[in-house]
């Protein structure tokens, strides 16, 4: 059982680590072509800060929930489901602040949150 969660908890935190990661590069990559600024850096250290917060959420609520097994397995499909969109979201917003920001007709199409 001890062994279960041991597993559960690694996996979960080797996961969000990798995402956490991905999100940082796509974000430094993003930004080479935008110009640096302080609100990039706090979106970029948000979005970090939010990730860890996850991270130690679900640490906590699967060691307090190790008894039910059925509520592990829902909590963990719930984050990674929740961890997935907020990377989407925000990688088509530096996808769209990109896009602005090379093709200034685009504009009016796709808003830039940074500007």
């Not at 990039?40 to 929930?65: A, D, E, K, P």
């Amino acid at each position: 059982m001890y062994i279960e969660l041991l597993v559960l908890v690694v996996l979960l935190l080797t996961a969000n680590t990798i995402i956490t990661i991905v999100v940082v590069l796509v974000h430094v990559v993003a930004v080479v072509g935008l110009v640096v600024d302080v609100v990039v850096i706090i979106f970029v250290v948000f979005i970090v800060v939010v990730l860890v917060v996850v991270m130690v959420v679900v640490v906590v609520v699967v060691v307090v929930v190790v008894v039910v097994k059925v509520v592990v397995v829902v909590v963990v499909v719930v984050v990674v489901v929740v961890v997935v969109v907020v990377v989407v979201v925000h990688v088509v917003v530096i996808v769209c602040c990109k896009i602005s920001a090379s093709f200034p007709p685009l504009n009016s199409s796709c808003v830039c949150p940074l500007d």
